[in-house]
């Protein structure tokens, strides 16, 4: 490397540096996703995480007698007792294990789906994620698509799928337009 | 705080002129020596402490109300009329001046609106709730107030036992306080908004999931609590939040229903004493009595005491490892037989006393486990108010409204003892307020038409606090005239609300009227107001928490309102139950006992589903066959104990395998979006923040007869298979789907041919159910492929097509499907009727 290159590098290292505090920090956010990928009844998908308030893993899970069998049964999260649903029953393809993982949705009433596997969390530009209007051909709990390593994974919409709960159990109060 | 001078006196005062105001209208009821006793030491005691703290006021006051009372101290005769205006009068001055001397509050919200048939609450409690006369906390003080009360003001009220305190400064400050506290001490300390991600500071957590670059993936604990159960910001949280969030209001507007209320003096009065701090209207106490906390602290200390063996086990274990060093020595010297022999003594006492000692600490984990959950039970107790505490301000409207029309009505209140969320007493309380109110103004006759109708001279009003599973009803009983329906359907048809001259409406029509509002069946304006309006705020508080008002009349006889109101939050003790590894909590009211079940008994049980009790057949369930209903119930020991679980009518007999003792605790609705079986009544918390299962004894009984009737059950649980419907349009899916599922069926769904024959092949099911035109593996192949499995060929096949050739449906029947349906003659219940007859339920 001769000087003139490792002075080239180093202007432009400045500048670079120098940039990253002239520009505008929100366009960060805008121009990336933060998914987690997953695996639910042995499938791969993504969730965005900016749907969800929170992951967990392991925690009991009170089975609930009742009508709906995607239903797993209730937790208990900081006081507050939370409906948890099969995230693959809900996606139609219900797996005999029991998933260890919860993500809770975000929004109102409380609600959590369960997943059987957490691959990682990845942070993609927006522009990589295949947007869908509407459901895609599969389920419609499903909106969009995201190339990553080890394949194309559908994303699994938090919001469709809690319309998807609310439908379940009569829930009225959920504003569509929301979605 | 601690130079405030006025600060011990303010606990005491309050605690004096809760005991006088109930003991005043217990006077007023009871005459007698030992009570005017008692009130003449309460007065002195404040006399007292007022000089002090130079409340010359108080001082002043509390001296003319033992001047008053002096002359009666002997006699048993009832005071005089005056006299005991007079005393009461004094009494509100007293508490006016009393309440004066609290810091100002904020303003409470407003109580929010839930939609019918919503309970309030949801997964937490609403803290936000509270009537509209209410008051509000007292923000930072309600901590502090449970330290006086414990400690310095015990020595301050006389003896004389602690009457329920009918506080209505304070409601909900306890309540506050404690979600204060676990708000505050639960907040992850560098929370911030927005879609960062958040670090969960919960010790109790599984391990965080660490992932891209160590950065933790975690809940907002703070999110998932307060924010989705309420929808309301976390300032909104009422009695705990910041008092700089609203501004203090001084005093609280009357209800203007009151005023509405026109000329009755009664109202007139109990408006004007609306506008003191004594006003009926002010919602109950969230206040802990010192039975309660007395209870708590035992709680704690037999908890302590528990650690004991777990703080000798200390020198114990010291003791182990010398003798496992002792051993070790005596192995590394020995050689000779003797040295082998002493050392295996050695080590076979060491493993004696190791074990001795795990069983002692195991021992000891569960008995603090208990006493914890005992702690627990009765610390969430202290967040609950006795029923009781509405009782004396009913007491007083009561009086009050007697006294300004010339009556003499005696109260009772039942029931008390039930402790229930303070939100919703105060609400019940407001509207019970009207209720009694209008019970003494117009239900309750005057003197000589009592005489005439051969009533006593004293009406009564009862008021009745009862528990019925997810609710509590309140009953207002009285002995009048009952409700003047003619004139209700007089005025009504004036105001053409009914047809007049046409068909003679019927009672509950006019009755609904009349909850309605607007209506007065009183037969002067200008007397009283209509009954209406009490109905109608009755009518109003059942709305908001998704209750009901229901009223009873019978002409002269007298008229029952009663409100029932659905439970946020509710204390009982229960009988902690296990059934096939899982653990549920019974109602102990309505346990009448327990009977051990010998392994033929509950065999035989078991099959005939009834047992022989108390000489009678009951009905009977193992607990498990409820628990799990509709999937396998996993291998456990079979029912050992039977839990006789009982109404006043009917009982049965539960299977459970194991009684795990009793617990206070308290019950939670269950949560929003988690539909239940009848069986379970709600949720609580144990000791590891886990729900619990609270059964329902109205629904265990309503299972048991479903499930035999008291005839033999089948030896399996009935269950049906789930349906799996594969087809690759989304709406047919959905379709079919709510089709199947409103049958009652469990559906499972696969988008392509390929996809259902690995479901299929992945779990078990009654039913395929497939469409034909798919890409892929079409609906012939995937009905030709799971009949030449021998797995999956028992399994019937329908196919729904939009085909409807002949030749299609011969191919249909050659590759094995059971039926055969066209799409666009579909026909609900043609589906249903082929899926009945090949899933037999």
């Given at each position: 490397m001769s000087p003139n290159d490792v002075k080239n590098r180093l202007t432009e290292l400045r500048d670079d540096f120098d940039r990253s505090f002239a520009e505008p920090a929100r366009q960060h956010d805008a121009e990336y996703a933060e998914l987690l990928a997953i695996r639910a009844g042995g499938r791969p998908y993504a969730l965005r995480l900016a749907q969800a308030s929170g992951v967990h893993s392991d925690r009991p899970v009170t089975p609930l007698p009742g009508p709906q069998a995607a239903l797993l049964g209730v937790a208990g999260f900081s006081g507050a007792i939370v409906p948890v649903y099969d995230l693959a029953a809900l996606l139609g393809h219900p797996a005999p294990e029991r998933p260890r993982w919860l993500v809770v949705a975000a929004g109102a009433p409380p609600l959590a789906l369960a997943f059987h596997d957490l691959d990682g969390h990845v942070r993609v530009p927006t522009s990589t994620i295949v947007d869908e209007a509407s459901g895609n051909a599969g389920r419609d709990v499903l909106r969009g698509m995201v190339p990553l390593p080890g394949g194309i994974r559908p994303i699994v919409d938090l919001l469709s799928a809690r319309a998807v709960v609310h439908q379940l159990t009569g829930h009225t109060t959920y504003n569509t337009e929301e979605r | 705080?601690?130079?405030?001078?006025?600060?011990?006196?303010?606990?005491?005062?309050?605690?004096?002129?809760?005991?006088?105001?109930?003991?005043?209208?217990?006077?007023?009821?009871?005459?007698?020596?030992?009570?005017?006793?008692?009130?003449?030491?309460?007065?002195?005691?404040?006399?007292?402490?007022?000089?002090?703290?130079?409340?010359?006021?108080?001082?002043?006051?509390?001296?003319?109300?033992?001047?008053?009372?002096?002359?009666?101290?002997?006699?048993?005769?009832?005071?005089?009329?005056?006299?005991?205006?007079?005393?009461?009068?004094?009494?509100?001055?007293?508490?006016?001046?009393?309440?004066?001397?609290?810091?100002?509050?904020?303003?409470?919200?407003?109580?929010?609106?839930?939609?019918?048939?919503?309970?309030?609450?949801?997964?937490?409690?609403?803290?936000?709730?509270?009537?509209?006369?209410?008051?509000?906390?007292?923000?930072?003080?309600?901590?502090?107030?449970?330290?006086?009360?414990?400690?310095?003001?015990?020595?301050?009220?006389?003896?004389?036992?602690a009457v329920p305190g009918n506080g209505r400064h304070d409601?909900?400050?306890?309540?506050?306080?404690?979600?204060?506290?676990?708000?505050?001490?639960?907040?992850?300390?560098?929370?911030?908004?927005?879609?960062?991600?958040?670090?969960?500071?919960?010790?109790?957590?599984?391990?965080?999931?660490?992932?891209?670059?160590?950065?933790?993936?975690?809940?907002?604990?703070?999110?998932?609590?307060?924010?989705?159960a309420t929808g309301r910001p976390r300032d909104s949280n009422g009695p705990g939040s910041e008092p700089a969030a609203t501004p203090p209001v001084p005093v609280d507007k009357p209800d203007h229903r009151d005023r509405e209320a026109g000329n009755d003096p009664g109202h007139a009065k109990s408006e004007e004493a609306a506008k003191t701090p004594s006003h009926p209207d002010a919602a109950p106490a969230a206040r802990g009595s010192t039975a309660d906390v007395d209870e708590l602290l035992d709680a704690v200390g037999e908890a302590h005491a528990r650690f004991a063996p777990l703080r000798t086990g200390g020198h114990a274990l010291d003791q182990l490892t010398r003798s496992a060093e002792a051993l070790a020595d005596q192995l590394r010297v020995g050689r000779t037989a003797a040295h082998t022999d002493a050392a295996r003594v050695v080590a076979a006492r060491l493993a004696a006393d190791l074990g001795a000692l795990g069983r002692r600490i195991t021992d000891t984990v569960e008995q603090v486990e208990r006493e914890l959950d005992e702690v627990r039970g009765r610390a969430e107790r202290l967040r609950l108010v006795s029923a009781s505490s509405i009782f004396t301000g009913l007491h007083r409207a009561v009086r009050d409204a007697a006294d300004a029309q010339g009556k003499r009505v005696r109260f009772e209140g039942r029931g008390g003892e039930l402790r229930l969320d303070p939100q919703v007493l105060a609400l019940a309380n407001n509207a019970l307020l009207h209720v009694v109110r209008n019970s003494v103004a117009h239900g309750i006759e005057p003197d000589r038409d009592r005489l005439a109708a051969g009533k006593p001279v004293e009406g009564r009003v009862i008021v009745e606090v009862e528990r019925r599973g997810r609710y509590v009803?309140?009953?207002?009983?009285?002995?009048?005239?009952?409700?003047?329906?003619?004139?209700?359907?007089?005025?009504?048809?004036?105001?053409?609300?009914?047809?007049?001259?046409?068909?003679?409406?019927?009672?509950?029509?006019?009755?609904?009227?009349?909850?309605?509002?607007?209506?007065?069946?009183?037969?002067?304006?200008t007397e009283v107001a209509g009954r209406g309006i009490g109905l109608d705020v009755a009518r109003d508080v059942a709305d908001q928490l998704g209750g009901d008002v229901s009223v009873r009349t019978e002409a002269g006889r007298g008229a029952v309102v009663e409100l029932v109101l659905p439970l946020a939050l509710m204390s009982m003790h229960g009988l902690i139950l296990e059934a096939a590894g899982t653990v549920a909590t019974v109602p102990l009211d309505s346990v009448r006992t327990c009977v051990r079940l010998l392994p033929e008994q509950a065999a035989a049980a078991a099959v005939t589903g009834k047992m022989a009790h108390d000489g009678e057949a009951v009905p009977f369930l193992p607990l498990a066959r409820a628990l799990y209903a509709g999937t396998t119930v996993p291998d456990g020991g079979g029912p050992t104990v039977a839990v006789i679980v009982g109404t006043e009518e009917r009982a049965v007999a539960v299977g459970?395998?194991?009684?795990?003792?009793?617990?206070?605790?308290?019950?939670?609705?269950?949560?929003?979006?988690?539909?239940?079986?009848?069986?379970?009544?709600?949720?609580?918390?144990?000791?590891?923040?886990?729900?619990?299962?609270?059964?329902?004894?109205?629904?265990?009984?309503?299972?048991?007869?479903?499930?035999?009737?008291?005839?033999?059950?089948?030896?399996?649980?009935?269950?049906?298979?789930?349906?799996?419907?594969?087809?690759?349009?989304?709406?047919?899916?959905?379709?079919?789907?709510s089709i199947l599922e409103s049958a009652g069926y469990e559906v499972d769904l696969a988008a392509s041919g390929e996809e259902g024959l690995d479901m299929a092949r992945s779990r078990q099911y009654g039913l395929y159910l497939t469409d034909i035109d798919m890409p892929g593996i079409d609906g012939f192949t995937f009905v030709a492929e799971t009949r030449a499995d021998p797995e999956l060929s028992g399994v019937p096949a329908i196919l729904v097509s939009s085909r409807a050739s002949a030749e299609d449906r011969q191919r249909g029947v050659a590759v094995g499907a059971s039926a055969y349906v066209v799409k666009g003659e579909f026909n609900q219940e043609e589906l249903l009727a082929h899926i009945r007859r090949l899933v037999p339920a």
């Open positions: - | 705080m601690s130079q405030d001078p006025l600060r011990y006196f303010r606990v005491e005062a309050r605690e004096l002129v809760d005991q006088i105001s109930a003991g005043v209208l217990d006077l007023d009821q009871q005459p007698g020596p030992d009570l005017v006793a008692r009130l003449l030491r309460f007065a002195h005691t404040l006399k007292g402490a007022a000089r002090v703290v130079r409340q010359q006021e108080i001082a002043d006051r509390a001296h003319a109300f033992e001047e008053v009372l002096v002359p009666h101290r002997s006699g048993g005769e009832p005071l005089p009329a005056d006299e005991m205006r007079e005393l009461l009068r004094l009494n509100d001055e007293i508490e006016e001046r009393v309440a004066a001397l609290e810091p100002q509050r904020p303003k409470p919200d407003p109580p929010p609106r839930f939609p019918p048939g919503m309970t309030p609450g949801g997964a937490s409690p609403s803290p936000g709730l509270r009537a509209p006369g209410d008051r509000g906390p007292e923000p930072g003080r309600a901590a502090e107030r449970g330290v006086e009360a414990g400690t310095e003001a015990g020595g301050g009220p006389p003896a004389g036992g409601s909900g400050t306890r309540t506050g306080s404690a979600r204060q506290h676990r708000d505050e001490s639960s907040r992850p300390s560098g929370q911030q908004d927005g879609g960062e991600l958040r670090t969960e500071h919960q010790p109790a957590e599984g391990p965080a999931p660490r992932i891209d670059g160590g950065r933790t993936v975690a809940g907002r604990p703070e999110a998932d609590r307060s924010t989705p009803a309140f009953r207002c009983t009285d002995d009048g005239r009952g409700f003047d329906l003619a004139a209700v359907r007089r005025t009504a048809e004036a105001r053409g609300l009914l047809m007049r001259g046409g068909t003679p409406p019927d009672e509950q029509t006019l009755v609904e009227l009349v909850l309605r509002g607007g209506i007065s069946t009183s037969p002067t304006v459970v395998d194991r009684l795990a003792g009793t617990s206070t605790l308290v019950v939670r609705p269950l949560p929003d979006l988690a539909p239940a079986a009848s069986v379970i009544g709600g949720v609580s918390m144990d000791l590891d923040g886990n729900p619990r299962l609270v059964l329902d004894a109205q629904g265990l009984i309503a299972e048991t007869y479903r499930l035999g009737g008291g005839g033999a059950a089948p030896a399996e649980p009935a269950r049906r298979l789930p349906i799996l419907v594969v087809d690759d349009s989304l709406t047919t899916r959905m379709l079919e789907r």
